[in-house]
Each structure stands twice: as structure tokens, then as C-alpha cells.
């Protein structure tokens, strides 16, 4: 990815980061969730917590997952991220996923472990 494009990936998650972290999770969350692989590289070299959490206790890697995210569930499995979920959610998601025949995610969430 060349400067003008990674200037542009940053710009998006950070535009699209709200105000309270706390409520709505950390510009890692939002990155995450958009797929923008190298704007999470950045923010993790910059010393963002991989294992943070968001006011529903959903970490970045759960966030990469739902989107479907592959390149970054493996980034983030590679420096011990964890999903942060109970057996309990973590069965609903997989059940879920099974039912719906959505062989891809259940894929990226079986690389996060």
C-alpha cells in the first residue's frame, strides 16, 4: 500500500471513531471492523492493545472476525489477541454460523482460535 492510500485508510478510521472509547471501543476496534490490514498494523506498532475491550467486553479480533476480516484475525492471533468470548458466546456464534451455512466465517473464526 503506497503513503496516499495508508494517509486515506488512517483518515477513515478516524473519522469514523467516535468520541468515547470507552463506549464504543478504541480506533483497533474500528480497524478492525472496516478491514483496513495496514492502518491495524500501524496502530499496533504505535502500541495499541490488541486485548482491549468495548463496552460489550467484544475485543478487536471479535471485531475482525465478524467482519470476515482473515488478513487481520491472523495479525492479531500472531501477537496472542484473544476474542475475549465466553464458551457460552462463542458456541451461539459458531451454532450460528453452522445453521446459516457461512463456511467462510466459521474459517476466519476457527484461524481465531
Known sequence: MDGISLTNS???VYRSWPPRPNVYGSRLHVACHQG???????LLHQG??????????????YDACVGNH????KKLREISAHAHLSEAEAVSILCGLV??????QLETWALAG
Open 10 to 12: 488512517v483518515a477513515n
Open 36 to 42: 483496513a490490514l495496514e492502518c491495524v498494523e500501524l
Open 48 to 61: 495499541a492493545d490488541p486485548n482491549v475491550v468495548d463496552k460489550d467486553g467484544h475485543s478487536p479480533l
Open 70 to 73: 482473515r488478513a487481520i484475525v
Open 99 to 104: 445453521k446459516d451455512q457461512k463456511v467462510e
